[in-house]
């Protein structure tokens, strides 16, 4: 059983390596229509970053975290990262991150660049549940506020960029 485990996990890291992290369950690009009125917004080199979470979650229950990247730009524009993920989505109880099932995200390490055309919107949706993923298993996770954080690790136009959106959300019995 041990052997299958290890398997199963070098295999689903090393698919990871070759498509990215958008390619593993609960990754999402997603197409849906988004009202950006909505959103916890930051700008960075005149791309904006859009962070939707839900103000109130039931403990226990599962959740969607989305981010948008904006090019209001009349030019495509590229961004490099360190890994294979465009943005990474975390979740803090105070200081503390919390690994809440879906927000551990691990990233392929490969230098990748993510394209943003003229206009558009790239999006990525996370599928969060609000327990605690221990390596005892699943518990629930404590009620009481929370902080959901998309941290950008970029370099674009030649400069490094590291910065973080966040929205606050409460886990409620």
Same mark, same amino acid.
Request: hydrophobic content about 40%; proline content about 6%; some cysteine.
């Given at each position: 059983?041990? !052997? @299958?485990?290890?398997? %199963?996990?070098?295999?689903?890291? =090393? =698919?990871?390596? *070759?498509?990215?992290?958008?390619s =593993? ?8 229509? #988004?009202?950006? %009125?909505?959103?916890t ?10 962070? @939707? ?9 599962? @959740? ?7 090019? +209001? !730009? ?7 990262? +360190? %890994? ?5 989505? !975390?979740v803090?109880?105070? /200081?503390?991150?919390?690994?809440? $099932? ?18 558009? *919107?790239?999006?990525?949706? =996370?599928? *969060?549940?609000?327990? *605690?993923?221990? !390596? ?8 009481? +506020?929370? /902080? ?6 970029? /370099?674009?136009?030649?400069? %490094? #960029?590291?910065?973080?959106?966040? $929205? $606050? ?5």
């Amino acid at each position: 059983m041990r !052997s @299958f485990r290890l398997l %199963s996990t070098v295999c689903l890291l =090393f =698919f990871g390596l *070759l498509t990215g992290c958008d390619s =593993f369950p609960g990754v999402e690009q997603d197409d849906a229509e #988004i009202d950006l %009125s909505n959103a916890t917004s930051t700008t960075v080199n005149g791309l904006g970053v859009h962070l @939707f979470a839900p103000d109130t979650v039931a403990v226990a229950d599962s @959740f969607a975290v989305q981010v948008a990247v904006s090019n +209001p !730009s009349n030019r495509d524009r590229a961004v490099t990262t +360190p %890994s294979a993920c465009l943005v990474r989505p !975390s979740v803090f109880s105070a /200081t503390e991150r919390v690994p809440l $099932k879906g927000s551990m995200l691990l990233c392929a390490a490969a230098i990748t660049t993510h394209h943003i055309p003229a206009g558009e *919107l790239v999006k990525r949706r =996370f599928d *969060l549940q609000a327990v *605690l993923d221990t !390596s005892e298993g699943e518990l629930p996770a404590s009620p009481g +506020p929370y /902080t959901v954080r998309a941290t950008l690790n970029w /370099t674009l136009d030649g400069r %490094s #960029i590291e910065r973080s959106v966040q $929205k $606050k959300i409460v886990l409620r019995q």
